[in-house]
T-cell receptor
């Protein structure tokens, strides 16, 4: 089945700890995105990548880091510098520039819920 | 800076009713607008995408329209069913960026 897989579904972080959220896609998409969703709020963009080995900060990148070493993978690390990490994290992908931006449909994974112990 | 607003924040209707969800955006220079459905604790499911050159898109009981000049989109749901209960979000891709801006969503409850 084609799609986006996020793991784990639930994650707990201890104070001072870095944790990494996994996002893998087999849609052959160039573009990948990480969002944070808090209760009652819309999705806020953390980082995005249009191509392998390149990524850009979104609106709330502080305390997070990413890498894009492979086309199909875009892991997100929540560092100890992120003081309020409790949220629902969503990964998405789209075909990217090659498909024409007007036609770019975003597809989402099932999400990872991160809590602080 | 692009801002996306969805009104109302919550809506409760009896089964069978036709309903309209609203999405407003402040910058009309967009590549596209996308409507999503989100069930509690789940990811987003894409419903419809309207390209900037299009006026509307239809899929089954769903119809989405786009009026760039007024910065508005509507999602029309015909003959609503309890299974339509979910949060509906819209997102715009602003020209000159690769960033989608999301509204805060409308939480819909269809009563049997």
């Amino acid at each position: 089945d084609g799609g986006i897989t996020q793991s784990p579904k639930y994650l707990f972080r201890k104070e001072g700890q870095n944790v990494t959220l996994s996002c893998e896609q087999n849609l052959n998409h160039d573009a990948m995105y990480w969002y944070r969703q808090d209760p009652g709020q819309g999705l806020r963009l953390i980082y995005y990548s249009q191509i392998v080995n390149d990524f850009q900060k979104g609106d709330i990148a502080e305390g997070y880091s990413v890498s894009r070493e492979k086309k199909e993978s875009f892991p997100l690390t929540v560092t100890s510098a992120q003081k309020n990490p409790t949220a629902f994290y969503l990964c998405a992908s789209s075909i990217g520039l090659a498909g024409g931006l007007a036609k770019n449909i975003q597809y989402f994974g099932a999400g990872t819920r991160l809590s602080v112990l | 800076k692009q801002e996306v607003t969805q009104i109302p924040a919550a809506l409760s209707v009896p089964e069978g009713e036709n309903l309209v969800l609203n999405c407003s955006f402040t910058d009309s220079a967009i590549y596209n607008l996308q409507w999503f459905r989100q069930d509690p604790g789940k990811g987003l499911t894409s419903l419809l995408l309207i390209q900037s050159s299009q006026r509307e898109q239809t899929s089954g009981r769903l119809n989405a329209s786009l009026d760039k000049s007024s910065g508005r989109s509507t999602l029309y749901i015909a003959a609503s069913q309890p299974g339509d209960s979910a949060t509906y979000l819209c997102a715009v891709l602003t020209s000159g960026t690769y960033k989608y801006i999301f509204g805060t969503g409308t939480r819909l409850k269809v009563l049997a």
